[in-house]
């Protein structure tokens, strides 16, 4: 194992690489334990603390500059998995993001991270079924979208997409869909408003002091209604004959419903949209006319 406590350019004989052209920043830990990983960093990065941990082979960590604030957090990148910030991403105390089995981790612009966060693709340890012997907690992908905001202790967890201009609340675990511009909150995460918009002036720190109405804020790009119309609704059932019965299960997402297909119905369980009563009225008119 190699162990670096400066960011710094660096290669070494087994193809790990950092990519940097800025001043040399102290007291930056990078371990690589494999080969062929790969640390590029932008020279206008502002880092409180910052320790990156490459523990297997062909991992990839980038990270953009800030001029909000300054990033602090603990990375791990697995085999093959990739952890990218995207620019102005920030966090008041370090964060831990992990991404293994050829997972990533994906957080985009002006991202607002607060104290005690974890970004978790994955959980650490493999669980097996008994009878089965398969493994039953996969790792999944985690996409974090542009202006959104992470409360204190809010844990993501593998599979979590939050769209853009979103809050996830404190305490929050996400595991699933947050749409963009909604405040998400609970164990688990569950959209409690929607239509809405935050910027970062802090309510005692930055004058007014009093903040009723838009107006005494800087507006961003990210003032925008929110999208989906079916927020915390069932989107997709898995529909099986057995037995002379009917069997539906609904399901957040069609990745989850084929899993349960399979996992149940050797694959063989009709996988279909929920369509709203609306939506469903006008489909039936369209295939009568027909």
């Known amino acids: 194992m190699v162990t670096l406590n400066t960011l710094a350019p660096y290669s070494d004989a087994n193809g790990n690489k950092i990519l940097y052209e800025g001043?040399?920043?102290?007291?930056?830990?990078?371990?690589?334990?494999?080969?062929?990983?790969?640390?590029?960093?932008?020279?206008?990065?502002?880092?409180a603390k910052l320790n990156v941990v490459f523990d297997c082979d062909n991992g990839t960590f980038r990270m953009a500059g800030n001029k909000?604030?300054?990033?602090?957090?603990f990375i791990r990148v697995g085999q093959d998995s990739t952890v990218s910030l995207g620019h102005d991403v920030t966090a008041t105390n370090a964060c831990v993001i992990?991404?293994?089995?050829?997972?990533?981790?994906?957080?985009?612009?002006?991202?607002?991270?607060?104290?005690?966060?974890?970004?978790?693709?994955?959980?650490?340890?493999?669980?097996?079924?008994?009878?089965?012997?398969?493994?039953v907690n996969w790792s999944k992908n985690i996409t974090i979208g542009d202006h959104v905001w992470v409360a204190k202790?809010?844990?993501?967890?593998?599979?979590?997409?939050?769209?853009?201009?979103?809050?996830?609340?404190?305490?929050?675990?996400?595991?699933?869909?947050?749409?963009?511009n909604c405040v998400a909150a609970g164990v688990p995460a569950k959209v409690i408003r929607q239509n809405i918009a935050w910027e970062r002036p802090h309510l005692s720190r930055a004058k007014p002091f009093y903040k009723p109405h838009a107006g005494t804020v800087k507006k961003s790009s990210f003032w925008n209604k929110t999208e989906d119309s079916m927020i915390n609704d069932p989107k997709f059932v898995a529909v099986y004959d057995f037995e002379d019965q009917i069997i539906a299960v609904?399901?957040?997402?069609?990745?989850?419903?084929?899993?349960?297909?399979?996992?149940?119905?050797?694959?063989?369980?009709?996988?279909?949209?929920?369509?709203?009563?609306?939506?469903?009225?006008?489909?039936?008119?369209?295939?009568?006319?027909?």
């Open 250 to 290: 609904t399901f957040a997402s069609e990745a989850q419903a084929k899993l349960w297909s399979e996992d149940h119905c050797n694959g063989k369980a009709r996988i279909t949209e929920v369509l709203h009563a609306d939506a469903a009225e006008k489909l039936i008119s369209q295939l009568s006319a027909n």
């Open 68 to 73: 909000f604030g300054a990033f602090s957090g």
């Open 23 to 47: 001043r040399e920043i102290p007291g930056v830990r990078v371990e690589f334990s494999g080969s062929n990983n790969t640390m590029e960093v932008l020279s206008d990065v502002r880092l």
């Open 153 to 180: 202790r809010a844990v993501l967890l593998g599979g979590a997409s939050i769209g853009d201009g979103s809050v996830v609340g404190f305490g929050s675990i996400v595991t699933g869909t947050v749409p963009n």
């Open 98 to 135: 992990s991404a293994v089995e050829g997972t990533s981790v994906i957080i985009g612009n002006d991202v607002m991270l607060a104290s005690e966060n974890e970004i978790r693709a994955d959980d650490g340890h493999a669980i097996f079924d008994v009878e089965s012997e398969t493994r």
